[in-house]
């Protein structure tokens, strides 16, 4: 990977601007076969002491990094702004293309944050969607960067209180479409159970349901709550508030034929997200999936008793995975997340 | 606690897909015929591995090989995961590799015989009995030709071209028959054994995402549609060009030539879609219904006309990236007067009422200059040239290209004033490139295409009508060259854009895009 760099102290968003576009300029016209990647526009709210450990989890994410990504670093007691602006690229071989990426670095202080949109938006390619995400918080800098916002990268599992979280993600997707990093963690039990219940014989149990047991990391309730609630948003469950029960979070949602337990254990596991769902049905057939390696084991008790185990194919995509996904999906529309949340935020403890 | 709004058994769909990027496929078993072969090697298996990393594979999925070589299971799994880690577009993670192989399963034997039949039956049903439930079947023919007819016969006589509670589907590799009359044979004889909706023909084009990106552009944008006919379409070229020659494969290309090799299936489904009305949803029959329709529309010459509208040609020796190459000929394996074509180019009209009138140029080759295949819609000109001044290239038709390989991608080219004191006019490009403008990789064609075979979505694929008429159109000219044993075959030098013979299929004023 090659780079070009332009770095300036005490600096203003329209020489950083200006900089983006001659470096551009000079690399076309160096190599005619580079061109500049026009996806999106990504801007990430950080505490500047930690923006290593952010740079890094976007580096992992791989293929699908931003276009045109501004990292501004918050720094106490900083007045003035310095940034470093990179064109980065790898040299297209033969008649291929080449893409280019654009990153600007800006050191600024507390006090810029209220006023941040006009500090990134001159940075900003037009006409191309822009992401935010501000991992450390800072309230205040979302809120400024509202008018300029399409979709807002939030984590919901990052926070103590998983209520508290969805009714902050509740609250911005006023502004914005939400991606959530807890909820793109369920993707792959979605996408499992969804198939699971495609047979045509194991369609009509979906109404049958009488247990659904998730067992998560322990800081990663808001997914638990989030798959909960897609089930019973899509199922059409008539939801109650989870209460703490014997260790565990337990509740009572009704379906046609009757309640449903719910319930939610924690597990000792590495990795965020949910470590294994449990369904059970009124005919007496349970289906268990657990996290493995190289994707899932599944485990399926029949109506007369008979057991068989499989594994379900599928790679981890890692968190650096899941923050690539987030990326992508602010592309995509997903209309069963909201209903998801609005149903999590019913089952949350209070 | 009551409940809202109850799932009553009634409900057919299913309520938990909604909102899923990948839809669920029903357990299955995939049989490869062929699984020793280099297409299963190189695409297939790969294909399969990525998505197993993805998690696209369904909940429960078994791979059986079916092959003439002699292999025990362990040492074919061996032979899978080289091919996977030689050709997959990722490197594959060592467990999903595993879970995906430790079952796989290799029948030995020659395609006719029996006994791998009734030992494919006694693997399958065990699957099934593993899995407590019987699973979808799929048999994937990547073998020669003649096979096809002898796999489906004898799945057929042993009972396994249909299952109770469960789909069965057949694949069916290209070339489909070698003419319209075989072509007509083998789907009779494949519709003997297999009801139509059970077979996939498959054309690893139509997997491509720029061909289905065709499709998007043409039906989702109104900027087009207006322009897309005979009032505003001068003409349209259409290029598949290879650099290389034909390798190790003389023995199917002296059978096949350029025109079977490519334009019978990839080229004229590429002016399929470019020329078809907009099909009222996008799904399999509609689809395909308005493909036949158009492909009707082409009229297929007769052999006297054939010489004005198709020009033939070999390679002859010559220089590609610097390096001599030989001419056809001198291939191994190629008959020393062979007159097997490598170059083709066509002229087509659709008679129809949004397209009559519009020459359709088609052209493909080997040893060309360079490899690009691409759809050129050239736009006519403008009526009056009120702008042009001397001292540039002056107003060109506009362009639409749409570039299938190597970058994948559409560019216009439009007029623009050059920067100065004068109005002086040149071409330039707005250009749409894959790689600038999508986060997503684009997956393998036959990734696409073997998840649509297992979910029995046909969108894709060649229904039995289409496929006919496709050779319809080839028929003749195949039959003219066929007995015209006297003219020589133009040769065109290898690296270079073709042979000269075929500036005269265009109109005046009209020239064949660079490659």
Same mark, same amino acid.
């Given at each position: 990977m090659s780079e070009d760099v332009w770095a300036a102290q005490d600096t203003h968003p329209d020489a950083i601007e200006a900089a983006l576009r001659e470096l551009l300029r000079e690399r076309h016209a160096a190599n005619e076969a580079l061109a500049p990647a026009r996806v999106l526009n990504l801007i990430v709210v950080v505490d500047r002491e930690w923006k290593g450990e952010i740079a890094n989890r976007l580096e992992r994410a791989g293929r699908y990094h931003a276009s045109r990504t501004v990292l501004c670093a918050v720094e106490e007691g900083r007045t003035t702004l310095d940034a470093v602006a990179t064109v980065s690229y790898e040299e297209p071989k033969g008649s291929a293309l080449g893409v280019m990426h654009e990153s600007v670095e800006i050191d600024l202080g507390p006090d810029h944050l209220r006023a941040l949109q006009t500090i990134c938006d001159p940075v900003l390619v037009g006409e191309i969607p822009t992401v935010v995400w501000s991992p450390h918080g800072h309230p205040e800098a979302v809120e400024a960067l509202c008018p300029l916002m399409d979709v807002l990268l939030l984590d919901s599992d990052e926070m103590d209180d998983p209520a508290e979280a969805f009714a902050r993600a509740e609250r911005l997707r006023k502004h914005a479409y939400i991606v959530d990093l807890a909820w793109l963690r369920t993707t792959p039990w979605r996408e499992r159970l969804a198939a699971t219940f495609d047979l045509p014989e194991r369609l009509e149990a979906l109404s049958e349901i009488e247990e659904l047991e998730i067992r998560h990391r322990e800081a990663s309730m808001a997914s638990a709550l989030l798959l909960a609630g897609w089930l019973s948003s899509r199922l059409h469950w008539e939801r109650s508030q989870l209460r703490l029960w014997d260790g565990r979070l337990a509740g009572q949602p009704g379906q046609g034929n009757g309640d449903v337990i719910v319930s939610l254990h924690t597990a000792e596991q590495e990795a965020p997200g949910l470590a294994g769902v449990t369904v059970a049905c009124a005919d007496g057939t349970t289906l268990s999936l657990q996290r493995g390696e190289g994707g899932l084991d599944a485990h399926e008790r029949d109506s007369e008793g008979a057991e068989h185990a499989w594994k379900i194919l599928g790679a981890s995509r890692g968190e650096g995975g899941i923050l690539g996904e987030g990326i992508r999906q602010a592309l995509l529309r997903d209309p069963t997340y909201l209903p998801s949340l609005e149903a999590a935020r019913e089952l949350s403890p209070a | 606690m009551s409940a809202t709004s109850p799932l009553s058994a009634a409900d057919t769909e299913n309520p938990l897909v909604e909102g899923l990027e990948r839809l669920p496929v029903h357990p299955t078993a995939l049989v490869i015929f062929g699984a020793?072969?280099?297409?299963?090697?190189?695409?297939?298996?790969?294909?399969?591995? &990525?998505?197993?990393?993805?998690?696209?594979?369904?909940?429960?999925?078994?791979?059986?090989?079916?092959?003439?070589?002699?292999?025990?299971?362990?040492?074919?799994?061996?032979?899978?995961?080289?091919?996977?880690?030689?050709?997959?577009?990722?490197?594959?993670?060592?467990?999903?590799?595993?879970? !995906? %192989? &430790?079952?796989?399963?290799?029948?030995?034997?020659?395609?006719?015989?029996?006994?791998?039949? *009734?030992?494919?039956?006694?693997?399958?049903?065990?699957?099934?009995?593993?899995?407590?439930?019987? %699973?979808?079947?799929?048999?994937?023919?990547?073998?020669?030709?003649?096979?096809?007819?002898?796999?489906?016969?004898?799945?057929?006589?042993?009972? !396994?071209?249909? *299952?109770?509670?469960?789909?069965?589907?057949?694949?069916?590799?290209?070339?489909?028959?070698?003419?319209?009359? *075989?072509?007509?044979?083998?789907?009779?004889?494949?519709?003997?054994?297999?009801?139509?909706?059970?077979?996939?023909?498959?054309?690893?084009?139509?997997?491509?995402?720029?061909?289905?990106?065709? $499709?998007? %552009?043409?039906?989702? &944008?109104?900027?087009?549609?207006?322009?897309?006919?005979?009032?505003? #379409?001068?003409?349209?070229?259409?290029?598949?060009?290879?650099?290389?020659?034909?390798?190790?494969?003389?023995?199917?290309?002296?059978?096949?030539?350029?025109?079977?090799?490519?334009?019978?299936?990839? $080229?004229?489904?590429?002016?399929? %879609?470019?020329? $078809?009305?907009?099909?009222?949803?996008?799904?399999?029959?509609?689809?395909?219904?308005?493909?036949?329709?158009? !492909?009707?529309? #082409?009229?297929?010459? *007769?052999?006297?006309?054939?010489?004005? $509208?198709?020009?033939?040609?070999?390679?002859?020796?010559?220089?590609?990236?610097?390096?001599?190459?030989?001419?056809?000929?001198?291939?191994?394996?190629?008959?020393?007067?062979?007159?097997?074509?490598?170059?083709?180019?066509?002229? !087509?009209?659709?008679? &129809?009422?949004?397209?009559?009138?519009?020459?359709?140029?088609?052209?493909?080759g080997k040893r060309l200059s360079r490899k690009l295949t691409e759809i050129a819609v050239i736009l006519k000109q403008i009526p009056h040239m009120a702008l042009q001044s001397s001292g540039s290239v002056g107003i060109q038709a506009n362009q639409l290209v749409f570039t299938v390989q190597p970058d994948e991608g559409v560019s216009v080219s439009i007029g623009a004033k050059i920067p100065g004191t004068r109005m002086r006019i040149r071409p330039v490009n707005m250009e749409f490139r894959y790689g600038t403008s999508f986060l997503s990789e684009s997956p393998e064609a036959y990734e696409r295409l073997i998840l649509d075979a297992m979910r029995g979505d046909a969108t894709l694929f060649t229904r039995n009508d289409e496929i006919e008429a496709l050779w319809s159109i080839i028929d003749p000219i195949l039959e003219a060259w066929k007995q015209d044993k006297s003219s020589t075959i133009p040769q065109y030098e290898a690296g270079t854009p073709g042979p000269r013979e075929a500036n005269a299929l265009l109109a005046p004023g009209q020239m064949w895009r660079r490659l």
């Open positions: - | 020793t072969g280099d297409l299963a090697h190189r695409k297939l298996l790969p294909a399969l591995y &990525n998505l197993a990393h993805e998690g696209q594979l369904p909940e429960r999925f078994e791979v059986i090989g079916v092959g003439r070589r002699t292999h025990e299971d362990e040492e074919f799994r061996d032979t899978l995961v080289d091919s996977i880690e030689r050709f997959s577009r990722r490197r594959p993670d060592p467990n999903v590799l595993e879970g !995906l %192989l &430790n079952e796989a399963r290799y029948v030995q034997g020659s395609f006719d015989d029996d006994e791998i039949y *009734s030992e494919l039956t006694r693997t399958l049903d065990e699957f099934d009995q593993t899995a407590g439930r019987r %699973l979808d079947r799929v048999f994937y023919l990547s073998t020669a030709p003649e096979f096809f007819p002898v796999i489906a016969g004898k799945l057929g006589a042993v009972g !396994l071209n249909q *299952s109770e509670r469960a789909s069965v589907r057949i694949v069916i590799e290209k070339p489909f028959g070698y003419d319209l009359a *075989s072509a007509r044979q083998l789907n009779a004889q494949l519709l003997d054994v297999f009801e139509e909706h059970q077979i996939f023909r498959i054309d690893h084009y139509l997997g491509k995402e720029t061909v289905q990106n065709l $499709m998007a %552009l043409r039906f989702a &944008n109104a900027l087009f549609e207006p322009v897309w006919n005979r009032n505003y #379409i001068d003409h349209v070229q259409i290029t598949a060009a290879e650099d290389i020659g034909i390798g190790g494969r003389a023995g199917y290309y002296e059978h096949a030539g350029a025109l079977r090799d490519l334009v019978q299936n990839h $080229m004229l489904q590429l002016l399929a %879609l470019l020329t $078809m009305e907009p099909p009222t949803a996008f799904d399999a029959d509609r689809l395909r219904d308005e493909k036949l329709k158009v !492909l009707e529309a #082409i009229v297929p010459p *007769s052999l006297d006309e054939v010489e004005a $509208m198709a020009v033939r040609a070999q390679y002859a020796p010559g220089v590609v990236g610097g390096e001599e190459v030989p001419g056809y000929r001198e291939e191994d394996g190629v008959a020393r007067y062979s007159r097997t074509e490598t170059y083709a180019a066509l002229r !087509l009209h659709v008679s &129809n009422w949004r397209w009559a009138g519009v020459p359709f140029y088609l052209r493909t």
